[in-house]
């Protein structure tokens, strides 16, 4: 698809059934061709309280994952324009306009992007085997659902959560890709151990990995599984920085980012309640805390290392991240910046080999990298400049004048989803910037000044 200056990428999709045939121009997503269910990860999600609405949701996840990846940013301009047309069971429910008004203000504001989604009568009947005996006691509304992945927050709120009470209580969504981070109870299998589906690209591959649908399939997967098994509460892991930081420092071109943000996370429970009539309520108990701060708490339980050794933060590709064939962080992408500056507020040593860039103190960017590590490039180290900005920029936040307006504006904001005052909310805000900036500033100064993060910022 060629995109003229000053145009908007758009994308039309229309996804089908075995057999269907797609509107003329639009693109064809057949389920079980270009989305495919595992029926064995499916029936992890089968509780009495399954009915049509999870498999028409579980498409619908799918499918906005496949248009967020098919359709590639511009370079000169964010957002792009959707169609997309798909076939449910309860027709009625999803044409109803509070599901559809909520279901676009939700995505919208997530990604960016212009959405623009029409619902038709699925004709095929269901495959999927309804009202099978649950594993779980359905009604237990004592239960916490949280999503689990092998990252630093996941792994350590889980483990803060199993520490201040029952660890049967907490229900892990999981949401990470390797085996390794598939939450187990001795030799007991647990539900939600997968996500039951993947999407398959079309010939033109996948083009746009800027994610931002993620969070939409996260936290749709998570109230479904709450809803599944009859409880309320979903606790998102996510500390300060990356819940907040992201939608208050943005690049040049690029939309806020609010994945994890309380804001999104309000609308996909309007959302959430439009259609399945049903109250989910997401909680951030680390909204207020750097990730640090978490960190430090987690490590002070009786546990391995291991358990925040092995965590995984990185947002390079595979292919990139490797030495001497073994995966490691890069270390200087804004992810690792951010958990790199985290186990330092913590007082938590790492090894040096978990990261490709070794060390950050040396006078030149290549000078840190690892030894046989050969794939240093010009557009790795913009990507690094970006990460240390993103979090020098942070750190500015709460002590410039210039800012003051603005971080007050976003703590009324936080403070309407919140529901705590104006004032509450920006005591919170600022405590929290300020205690990023301590964090960032102690950091830093250990680096030294020959560091080349150092002269980056200079």
């Known amino acids: 698809m060629k995109v003229l200056q000053g145009e908007c990428p758009a994308l039309k999709v229309h996804v089908i059934e075995a057999g269907g045939k797609a509107q003329e121009g639009w693109q064809p997503v057949e389920i079980g061709k270009s989305i495919i269910f ?212 943005q690049t040049s071109h690029g939309y806020e980012d609010y994945r994890n943000h309380p804001r999104f996370l309000t609308k996909m429970e309007r959302l959430f309640a439009a259609l399945f009539e049903y109250q989910v309520v997401y909680r951030l108990p680390r909204l207020w805390k750097t990730k640090g701060e978490t960190l430090r708490e987690f490590a002070a339980l009786p546990i391995e290392p291991k358990e925040w050794i092995e965590t995984r933060s990185c947002w390079q590709q595979n292919r990139n991240s490797s030495v001497d064939h073994k995966w490691r962080h890069c270390g200087i992408c804004a992810a690792c910046m951010l958990r790199r500056l985290s186990f330092h507020a913590a007082g938590v040593d790492e090894p040096k080999e978990n990261y490709i860039w070794e060390e950050l103190s040396v006078p030149a960017f290549a000078q840190g990298a690892a030894k046989g590590f050969d794939k240093i490039t010009g557009a790795m180290e913009q990507y690094a400049v970006a990460g240390s900005l993103h979090l020098d920029h942070l750190a500015d936040l709460s002590s410039s004048s210039a800012h003051r307006k603005r971080m007050s504006r976003h703590a009324w904001q936080l403070s309407e989803e919140l529901d705590m005052s104006h004032a509450d909310a920006e005591g919170e805000l600022f405590g929290l910037l300020e205690r990023h900036r301590i964090e960032w500033m102690a950091f830093t100064k250990d680096l030294g000044p020959r560091s080349f993060v150092a002269r980056w910022l200079a």
């Open 38 to 249: 595992n029926m064995k990860d499916l029936d992890d999600y089968r509780t009495k309280n399954w009915d049509s609405r999870i498999f028409d949701t579980l498409v619908l996840i799918a499918a906005v994952e496949y248009c967020d990846k098919a359709c590639k940013r511009s370079a000169w301009g964010w957002m792009r324009k959707f169609q997309l047309a798909m076939p449910v069971n309860d027709l009625d429910r999803w044409q109803d306009p509070k599901v559809v008004a909520a279901l676009m203000s939700a995505l919208k504001f997530l990604t960016g992007d212009a959405w623009n989604i029409s619902f038709y009568q699925r004709q095929l009947a269901p495959e999927e085997d309804v009202g099978r005996q649950s594993r779980l006691e359905f009604g237990d509304t004592t239960r916490i659902v949280t999503p689990f992945s092998d990252g630093l927050d996941s792994r350590a709120v889980s483990a803060l959560l199993s520490a201040g009470g029952r660890s049967d209580r907490l229900i892990r969504i999981r949401v990470g890709s390797k085996k390794g981070d598939r939450p187990r109870r001795g030799s007991q299998r647990l539900p939600f151990l997968n996500i039951p589906f993947k999407i398959k690209a079309g010939p033109d591959g996948f083009k746009e990995s800027s994610a931002r649908s993620r969070g939409f399939k996260f936290a749709f997967m998570s109230a479904t599984a709450a809803y599944l098994i009859g409880t309320h509460d979903i606790v998102m892991p996510e500390s300060g920085q990356g819940a907040l930081g992201p939608s208050l420092v």
